[in-house]
């Protein structure tokens, strides 16, 4: 099971931090993402990480993201700085299976989900 | 960067097939997935590696990937399917996803 907290308010120009802490599980030999869903709109992948600690971001957001695992704590964590309205959205975290076939076409996909946690930008 | 397309919306007669698309670029060359997701809910994910059913998933939904199009079928569709369904891809270190589909039963 995966669990999202953090703040359901964030300022404009401040950092919105999530946590995900994965329970029944251990956190090692896993990708984790963080996914996002404006109201109304579809979904949209901020990034993963890598028990390891290797990320990887979405390029539209990567200036403004940050991701670390806390393995000792099966958690792992979302920042993202300078939130502005549009940043608005209902956050999911999620297990990811990272791989590839016998001809090197690589592949993945989320197949344990949190229930997700609404963030609200707004002064 | 690499985009998937999928219609806005797609409805289906009870007990019919419904065919939901996701369109990309040579996308019949990387692993598509679909996710469903129910008002209020979180996703679930219902294929993967283009054609593959997570434990628990009914065998009315099945997909395939060719060319530039993903597709998955629900053969038999039951009230309960309907939702919006969100097709997904890796491509170039990024994980990608289509706009969503609302399919009406």
């Known amino acids: 099971q995966l669990q999202e907290s953090g703040p359901g308010l964030v300022k404009p120009s401040e950092t919105l931090s999530l946590t995900c802490t994965v329970s029944g599980g251990s956190i090692s030999h896993y990708y984790w993402s963080w996914i996002r869903q404006p109201p109304g709109k579809g979904l949209e992948w901020i990034g993963n990480?890598?028990?390891?600690?290797?990320?990887n971001y979405n390029p539209s957001l990567k200036s403004r993201v940050l991701m670390s695992v806390d393995t000792s704590k099966n958690q792992f964590s979302l920042h993202l700085s300078s939130v502005i309205a549009a940043d608005t959205a209902v956050y999911y975290c999620?297990?990811?299976?990272?791989?590839?076939?016998?001809?090197?076409?690589?592949?993945?996909?989320?197949?344990?989900w949190g229930k997700g946690t609404t963030v609200t930008v707004s002064s | 960067s690499y985009e998937l397309t999928q219609p806005p919306s797609v409805s289906v007669s009870p007990g019919q097939t419904a065919s939901i698309t996701c369109s990309g670029d040579?996308?019949?060359?990387?692993?598509a997935s679909w996710y469903q997701q129910k008002p209020g809910q979180s996703p679930v994910l219902v294929i993967y590696?283009?054609?593959k059913r997570p434990s628990g998933i009914p065998e009315r939904f099945s997909g395939s990937n060719s060319g530039n199009t993903a597709t998955l079928t629900i053969s038999g569709t039951q009230a309960m399917d309907e939702a919006d369904y969100h097709c997904?891809?890796?491509?170039?270190?990024?994980?990608?996803f289509g706009g969503g589909t609302k399919l009406t039963v």
């Open positions: 590696l283009d054609r």
């Open positions: 997904q891809a890796w491509d170039t270190s990024a994980v990608v």
């Open positions: 040579k996308l019949g060359d990387k692993y």
């Open positions: 990480i890598y028990y390891s600690g290797s990320t």
């Open positions: 999620a297990r990811g299976t990272y791989d590839s076939d016998a001809t090197s076409h690589y592949y993945y996909y989320m197949d344990v």
